[in-house]
């Protein structure tokens, strides 16, 4: 078949090109960024498109000439500046689906969210309800794929459930008896591949769970001790207060972290197997499974740091802030210009050398904070440190053999700068 994949470069979309391709289907891939498919087939065609300025019919009838399939894989889990839930989950798959009804595309699958129905209350999950409900009104074969939580390397929910696991408490939403029923990212693959065969019939929703549920706080330990920790203690935590804590997930850089996903995670997340049985024509794979399997090291290593990056960015800013601050407001600045005249600057030179620095230490701190333009920032970091110690050793030695080490700590520094930058880039 000729198939068009939307989100073909998210977590679940990847997945999915691969298994569509290898049972032999020609695939066009939608996505943003073609560069970041990493796809090497002669079935696969790119297609650059950007999903949030495709609302409209036309956007897409160009692109459905001669497709037999569309699989939609957009999805977002908390809107940004450039992307909004009404956009992306609703005005442009709609038009996609009514542009595919035109064009004499056979079958749509929509992969949708579950909890996606009648008593749907979150953002998320209404905007997902309006493109669902479009699609049921064409006449053509449809299916509503509804997964649940789901995991597999590369997942972004998975990467922070496993960093919620590698911490020494466990902090529970109510006790943590909130019921998920997560499943496997190669068996939504698989539902979409059977959704495609011929004598598949359509016009039906689908939950895609897991073949057992399982509690938050069970997931959580189970994942743990993956991870080869010990178990950990638990904290129950008042609703209330969870979702204050929610509240900071902008702060720490990850949208998952939000009231309207707790929210969900408090509805639960678990359904019938049974129909999903009887399309793959075998059991789900249990996610109890996996906690049997030792994560790798790169998982260890990521769990672990997952947290401590955001702290490594707050204090490398602080570091900035501090210095620029201390040597403007509090530290004499006679003695600085003492130093300063050790270097060979003085004269006018030095008041201005002392505030343009300061001011500089003062900006590299706001900038970091900012995250602006943060992997070559953080590059400049490293050179002016280096710069300041170089200087320092040559011209001011005494503080190289200081007791306190004040300028061999900038080693430890810079090794910081280095880690934070490949850090913010291994983000998931």
């Known amino acids: 078949m000729n198939i068009l994949l939307t989100g073909a470069t998210g977590f679940i979309g990847r997945a999915i090109a691969l298994a569509l391709l290898e049972q032999g289907h020609r695939v066009t891939a939608c996505c943003r960024r073609p560069q970041r498919l990493r796809l090497e087939s002669p079935l696969l065609t790119p297609l650059a498109l950007d999903f949030a300025e495709a609302d409209q019919i036309e956007n897409w009838l160009p692109h459905l000439q001669g497709i037999d399939a569309i699989v939609n894989c957009v999805g977002i889990i908390a809107p940004g500046p450039r992307q909004s839930f009404q956009q992306l989950h609703s005005q442009s798959p709609i038009a996609l689906f009514r542009a595919g009804a035109m064009a004499g595309v056979r ?17 998320y999950h209404l905007s997902k309800k309006a493109a669902d409900d479009a699609l049921s009104e064409l006449p053509l074969d449809w299916f509503v794929l509804q997964p649940s939580l789901v995991y597999g390397p590369g997942g972004r ?40 065969q011929p004598g598949c019939g359509g016009r039906r929703t689908i939950a895609l769970v897991g073949s057992e549920p399982i509690s938050y706080a069970d997931w959580l330990q189970g994942l743990r001790l993956r991870l080869g920790k010990s178990r950990a203690g638990a904290w129950l935590l008042p609703q209330r207060y969870a979702a204050i ?51 790798s090291q790169a998982e260890r290593w990521h769990a672990n740091l997952y947290f401590l990056r955001p702290l490594l960015g707050w204090s490398i800013a602080l570091v900035w802030l501090w210095s620029g601050i ?30 343009g620095l300061a001011a500089l230490d003062i900006a590299m701190g706001l900038m970091t904070l900012a995250r602006i333009r943060l992997p070559a920032l953080l590059l400049c970091q490293f050179y002016i440190v280096l710069g300041y110690s170089l200087m320092v050793a040559w011209r001011l030695p005494e503080f190289v053999f200081h007791p306190f080490g004040p300028l061999l700590k900038n080693l430890p520094f810079l090794m910081c700068l280095l880690v934070y930058r490949i850090l913010d880039g291994e983000r998931p």
């Open 107 to 123: 079958k749509i699958v929509q992969l949708s969210a579950l909890g996606v129905d009648d008593q749907a209350a979150s953002a």
């Open 326 to 355: 201390t040597s403007l407001f509090f530290y004499p600045h006679q003695a600085s210009y003492a130093l300063l005249a050790a270097t060979g600057i003085s004269g006018i030179a030095a008041p201005l050398t002392l505030y």
């Open 245 to 295: 804590g929610a509240g900071f997930g902008r702060a720490l850089a990850e949208p998952i972290l939000s009231r309207d996903n707790l929210a969900m995670l408090q509805r639960g997340s678990t359904a019938d197997p049974a129909p999903l049985i009887e399309l793959l024509g075998r059991s789900p794979l249990s996610a109890k499974r996996m906690f049997a399997d030792d994560a």
């Open 157 to 196: 929910s998975h990467a922070l459930f496993q960093a919620l696991a590698a911490l020494p408490v466990h902090l529970l939403p109510e006790g943590g008896k909130q019921v998920l029923q997560p499943i496997h990212v190669d068996d939504v693959a698989a539902a979409v591949c059977r959704c495609l």
